[in-house]
Nanobody, 126 residues
Framework: QVQLVESGGGSVPSGGSLRLSCQAS????????MGWFRQAPGKEREVVSC????????YYADSVKGRFTIVRDNAKNTLYLQMSSLRPEDTAMYYC???????????????????WGQGTQVTVSL
C-alpha cells in the first residue's frame, strides 16, 4: 500500500511559478512509475507528466512541455512538479499517482495507476 500526499498548490498570477510536491509513504524508486495528473471542473482527468522509476525517462503533455519539469528524489520518497510560465488554462486540481512497473511506458491513462493522492489545487489568474 502506498499513500501519497501532495502539497504546494496555490493561487498565482499568469506567468507565475509553483512547485508541487508529493510525499510517498514508502520507497517507490524500484517499483513504481510516478505521474502528475490534473482535472479541471467539468473535464476529464488528464496526464500532465510522468517519470520512470529511477528518473531516467520522462514524459510531458504537449500543453506543458517546456514549462513544467518533473523530478523524483527517491532518497526522500518525494516527487516534484516545477511549474513555470503558468497560464489560466493550467488551473485545476493536481494529483500525484503511482503506477506499478508491470505496465507500459509511459503510463498515460489514469487506469494505469494504482495509488492516488488527494490532490492540491492550482489556480492561475489573468
Amino acid at each position: 500500500q502506498v499513500q501519497l500526499v501532495e502539497s504546494g498548490g496555490g493561487s498565482v498570477p499568469s506567468g507565475g511559478s509553483l512547485r508541487l510536491s508529493c510525499q510517498a509513504s514508502v520507497y517507490t524508486g524500484t517499483s513504481y512509475y510516478m505521474g502528475w495528473f490534473r482535472q479541471a471542473p467539468g473535464k476529464e482527468r488528464e496526464v500532465v507528466s510522468c517519470i520512470s522509476a529511477r528518473g531516467a525517462s520522462t514524459y510531458y503533455a504537449d500543453s506543458v512541455k517546456g514549462r513544467f519539469t518533473i523530478v523524483r528524489d527517491n532518497a526522500k520518497n518525494t516527487l516534484y512538479l516545477q511549474m513555470s510560465s503558468l497560464r489560466p488554462e493550467d488551473t485545476a486540481m493536481y494529483y500525484c499517482a503511482a503506477a506499478g512497473l508491470g505496465g507500459v511506458w509511459p503510463p498515460l491513462r489514469p487506469s494505469a495507476y494504482n495509488y492516488w493522492g488527494q490532490g492540491t489545487q492550482v489556480t492561475v489568474s489573468l
